[in-house]
């Protein structure tokens, strides 16, 4: 059974830098054409994608956060961490990772239950 | 960057009714598209990948089809846990760029 789960802080400061970690099971992190992204949902809007990790170590962000953004893999572990720097409160949102796996065209087919953050002071 | 644009943005409907959602890409992106449900307080689920091809375990109300640049979601014979968010998303870019419509919430009539 594969399940991803999301964890971190339930609070940031603004200015600070947010690191999460999602621990994965039932699939390797290191298993051809599997990959794990993160998005973000603030409250009451859309899905916003925000970076993506391959089996390969291959990684890719979004264009407008990326130089924010910083992603990599414990394979040992089965973690993948995501690190957002300069965290504002327009950052508040549920972080959730998800799976790419082996469906044609990589569709997200496992998430995880998403973890929630506030920027606040 | 690849922009997915989803119509109605909402709209009502009562059990057992059938309804459209449609999502259009701001360029080609073959069959590289994909459904979520996302229901209040719950992740998405995948429903519908690559166009047309429905997810293992997704009841077969759920169907999917287009290509290029324009894409339909129906569901047939709605049920109450139907009533939710949905959600297309693009996975042609390369390198990845996975972007998501802006959902559409179907609300009980």
């Known amino acids: 059974q594969v399940t991803l789960r999301e964890s971190g802080p339930v609070v940031v400061r603004p200015t600070e830098t947010l690191t999460l970690t999602c621990t994965v099971s039932?699939?390797?992190?290191?298993?051809?054409?599997?990959?794990v992204s993160w998005i973000r949902q603030p409250p009451g809007q859309a899905l916003e994608w925000l970076a993506h990790?391959?089996?390969?170590?291959?990684?890719s962000f979004s264009a407008s956060l990326k130089t924010r953004l910083s992603i990599y893999k414990d394979t040992s572990k089965s973690q993948v961490v995501l690190t957002m720097s300069n965290m504002d409160p327009l950052d508040t949102a549920t972080y959730y990772c998800?799976?790419?796996?082996?469906?044609?065209?990589?569709?997200?087919?496992?998430w995880g239950p998403g973890t929630l953050v506030a920027v606040s002071s | 960057d690849i922009q997915m644009t989803q119509s109605p943005s909402s709209l009502s409907a009562s059990v057992g009714d059938r309804v459209t959602i449609t999502c259009r890409a701001s360029?080609?992106?073959?069959?590289?598209l994909h459904w979520y449900r996302q229901k209040p307080g719950e992740a998405p689920e995948l429903l519908i990948y690559?166009?047309?091809h429905l997810q293992s375990g997704v009841p077969s109300r759920f169907s999917g089809s287009g290509s290029g640049t324009d894409f339909t979601l129906i569901i047939s014979n709605l049920q109450p846990e139907d009533f939710a968010t949905y959600y297309c998303?693009?996975?042609?870019?390369?390198?990845?760029?996975?972007?998501f419509g802006q959902g559409t919430k179907l609300e009980i009539k």
């Open positions: 360029q080609s992106i073959s069959t590289f």
């Open positions: 690559a166009a047309s």
């Open positions: 039932g699939f390797s992190l290191s298993s051809p054409r599997v990959g």
């Open positions: 990790i391959f089996s390969n170590d291959e990684k």
């Open positions: 998303q693009q996975s042609y870019s390369s390198p990845p760029a996975y972007t």
């Open positions: 998800a799976r790419t796996g082996v469906q044609l065209a990589r569709p997200f087919d496992s």
